[in-house]
């Protein structure tokens, strides 16, 4: 087996002597360790590498601790709740106390309803059947802003709601949202902790505080915030907060709501099936109260626990170093790119970072950016082939944004984490200056609305199909 070598980073010197400069050392190896660290790569042009996960954004790696709890309970895995036998009692207990661990996690209020679902899209699709209705209609619309992914924007149109265009700045955007609060009819501010395009955290203690000062709840989409912050929802006053597992370096798809019982107790049950009901008849059916009331059928057991799992994990991390780690490893690839010429790095807010702009006082490990001639998915491909970079491309599922960004097309998303290091970013840059300076090394066409390199060779595990991954792929094209 081979591996291929890298330019120096651009604008850095060499690639060693930025990894034992004193500002990014702090990321030189990854801060905790996860399952895949070290799986090789193969390259079009031959041999392999180390694959340099910067997809953390779209689903972060399992952390190795998760991976060992799983395999340690899973002999144990059975049905849960109803089940007299050894294994589901345990089941039973495991995926219980996994509410607890959640709950202590976001430091949520003792009465605090802990549900868990398929991830965050199903738990803001939960809420949204959990509005206050009177007389058979909503006492209130759902407000929320035009950067929203597509989590925590679709679910609110199918109840009243009306949007608002962030302003160029953070502090402009919290004044056009008291305005529209202050109008009266708002139920329900619904916001993101940190956008999952550009990386940007918003203000969430005082979005909370505007809501409320106006007679609204809020809830925060923190599917991108929660592997990156940790979040008290009792301090900032939230009262809803949904995330995911699979973002949270936790396997299997679990997500979870957390929040205040009273609308969620009188809503809409989620799931209508076993487990949610206290008594069912053949043409009528009187639902319960608490988390069961949305869970219907067998629950998600492995994936609820394994969320629980690294919650801890992740609570368990020194945040002075776990900030540290991250900030360094942006800080070197937005300054990297921005030396690159044709490369430009994207955000919403002129103000976030606005003291230490590129430190990473107000992002978290996303980087967005574009490179002046080529498709967005292009570079993707080149990158995976050519360098065995994995980052995302497309519209993100948050196309109101990407227009109003510019980037209708789409752009590329570097995004990082505990498992990450300064080599990863090096890497990526040292690609880009490559496609800049000499262009694609390999030719490459579109295949089901993916670009992929023609006459692909490349090997894949005996297990896996040995064809790129563009079957059912969905392009998020530009459409009018």
């Known amino acids: 087996m081979t591996t291929a070598t890298f330019p120096a980073t651009p604008g850095f010197g060499s690639a060693t002597e930025a990894a034992l400069s004193d500002r990014f050392a702090v990321a030189g190896q990854p801060l905790a360790a996860v399952t895949g660290a070290e799986i090789q790569a193969p390259l079009i042009q031959g041999g392999h590498v180390r694959y340099a996960n910067l997809d953390y954004g779209a689903s972060a790696p399992a952390l190795s601790v998760v991976s060992a709890y799983l395999n340690e309970i899973l002999p144990y895995y059975a049905s849960v709740h109803r089940g007299a036998g050894y294994a589901s009692q345990i089941s039973t207990s495991v995926y219980e106390n996994a509410r607890n661990i959640v709950r202590e996690f976001v430091s949520g209020r003792a009465d605090d309803s802990v549900i868990f679902t398929r991830n965050t899209t199903d738990s803001l699709n939960l809420l949204a059947g959990c509005l206050p209705v009177e007389n058979g209609r909503h006492t209130g619309e759902v407000l929320y802003l035009d950067i929203e992914h597509h989590a925590n924007l679709l679910p609110w149109q199918t109840v009243p709601h009306r949007s608002v265009v962030a302003a160029p700045t953070i502090a402009e955007t919290l004044e056009k949202l008291r305005g529209q609060l202050a109008d009266g009819g708002v139920s329900l501010l619904a916001v993101t902790g940190a956008s999952n395009v550009t990386g940007e955290i918003l203000p969430v203690r005082a979005l909370a505080a505007l809501a409320h000062e106006y007679g609204a709840r809020i809830v925060v989409d923190a599917a991108q915030l929660a592997p990156h912050r940790r979040i008290d929802i009792a301090a900032d006053d939230v009262d809803y907060l949904a995330f995911s597992g699979h973002k949270l370096y936790a396997p299997f798809g679990a997500g979870v709501l957390v929040g205040r019982p009273d609308w969620l107790d009188a809503g809409t049950p989620h799931l209508a099936g076993g487990g949610a009901v206290s008594d069912a008849r053949l043409d009528t059916v009187s639902w319960t109260t608490g988390p069961a009331r949305h869970e219907g059928g067998s629950p998600n057991v492995l994936g609820a626990a394994a969320l629980a799992k690294a919650t801890q994990v992740i609570a368990a991390l020194d945040q002075t170093q776990w900030h540290a780690h991250e900030n360094a490893i942006r800080s070197f690839l937005v300054e990297g790119l921005r030396r690159i010429d044709g490369v430009t790095v994207h955000q919403i807010f002129a103000d976030t970072d606005a003291e230490d702009r590129g430190q990473g006082a107000g992002t978290i490990g996303v980087v967005n950016f574009s490179v002046e001639g080529y498709d967005a998915g292009l570079v993707a491909a080149y990158l995976s082939a050519e360098h065995g970079i994995g980052l995302r491309d497309g519209r993100f599922c948050a196309h109101p944004l990407l227009k109003r960004l ?75």
Do not use: K, M
């Open 406 to 480: 510019g980037l209708p097309s789409g752009s590329l998303r570097a995004s990082f984490g505990v498992g990450s290091r300064l080599e990863d970013a090096q890497r990526l840059l040292a690609g880009i200056q490559e496609l800049r300076q000499t262009g694609l090394g390999w030719d490459y066409v579109v295949d089901a609305g993916r670009w992929v390199p023609s006459n692909d060779n490349r090997s894949y595990p005996h297990w896996a199909p040995n064809t790129p991954g563009t079957a059912g792929a969905a392009p998020c094209a530009e459409v009018d």
